[in-house]
């Protein structure tokens, strides 16, 4: 009977391990939210853009797994951006949650949790920068038309392709859209991007046709028992509610997989094609920049990476010296 108080010891370490992994997972969660609060209040950010941080720090708490971030060092932390690239993340993703770690770890700084800031040395290489995935100019027809009148609600579905392409619009700014917003006579619609920022961009005839036809038909039977105050938003579910993001992405995946491309292309795909078209049309970089809503130049310049690899295809094949 000698072992029973070394098991009573032992679940008492225990208890009290769990006990103190519980406080500093509250303590965790406690720095995430008012950090999230402070997103939101202080600086103003979009929604989406606070859900993204949100969800970057879900990952990153459930790494810490009960450890506190104000004990971490530079090394800990590269170890947890070699995580994140075990759990297959793409090295856009991981730039992105280091951006987050800064700015989370700026704002502990703020409150004071912390007095030496480990993740001022995380860099974003230039290097993990890929070239954007596009789809072709000469399959691009195909997938603007897969939408079939077999499909219940093909004039919608078309629209929101056309739509994508045709404005290189964020999923987020085509399911937010408002009818009031899209003005088919003269061409143009406004998107509203990151921070509520409002911008003009024009429509192509071919989308514009998509939408009138779209607006005349499928949407005006989605909506037909719906007061229009209700149904502000341009794009309807089948119960006439705003069409949700993760929709869109569906229905662009099922397309895809439909018009036989790539199986990964996604509503960004169609927006990186948006850019890549146009600049390969002879489109001024800062024209594309305004179209995008990008805040910078150099973020509209990746484009031009794209021309670039294809210039280097053609003189590899081409070229004596290639």
């Known amino acids: 009977m000698g072992y029973i108080p070394d098991m009573k010891s032992k679940l008492k370490k225990l208890n009290l391990a769990n006990q103190t992994s519980a406080k500093l997972e509250t303590t965790i969660a406690s720095l995430a939210d008012r950090f999230l609060s402070y997103l939101r209040s202080e600086c103003h950010l979009a929604t989406n853009t606070v859900e993204s941080y949100q969800r970057d720090l879900t990952h990153f708490q459930t790494w810490l797994a009960g450890r506190s971030p104000n004990k971490l060092k530079i090394d800990d932390l590269i170890n947890y951006l070699v995580w994140l690239k075990d759990q297959r993340l793409a090295a856009s993703s991981i730039a992105r949650h280091i951006v987050s770690l800064r700015m989370f770890y700026k704002f502990l700084q703020l409150e004071a949790a912390i007095t030496d800031n480990p993740a001022e040395l995380l860099t974003t290489p ?125 229905l662009v995946k099922r397309y895809a997989l439909r018009a036989g491309i790539d199986p990964e292309t996604s509503p960004h795909t169609l927006r990186h094609s948006f850019a890549t078209h146009l600049l390969a049309g002879g489109a001024d970089l800062r024209l594309i920049q305004e179209m995008l809503g990008h805040a910078s130049i150099e973020t509209t310049q990746i484009y031009t990476q794209v021309e670039n690899s294809k210039l280097k295809r053609v003189h590899q094949q081409f070229h004596p010296r290639g």
């Open 126 to 250: 230039k290097l993990w920068r890929r070239v954007p995935t596009v789809i072709h100019a000469s399959l691009i027809d195909r997938f603007l038309t897969a939408p079939k009148k077999f499909d219940p609600l093909w004039q919608r579905d078309r629209a929101i392709l056309e739509l994508l392409y045709a404005t290189g619009c964020r999923v987020s700014e085509v399911s937010d859209m408002l009818l009031a917003n899209v003005f088919l006579e003269q061409g143009y619609c406004l998107a509203e991007g990151k921070g509520s920022k409002q911008r003009m961009v024009p429509l192509g005839q071919r989308a514009v046709e998509a939408i009138r036809e779209y607006i005349k038909d499928s949407r005006a039977q989605l909506t037909l028992t719906k007061d229009p105050k209700q149904t502000p938003w341009l794009i309807v579910s089948r119960t006439g509610q705003r069409l949700r993001r993760e929709a869109i992405w569906e």
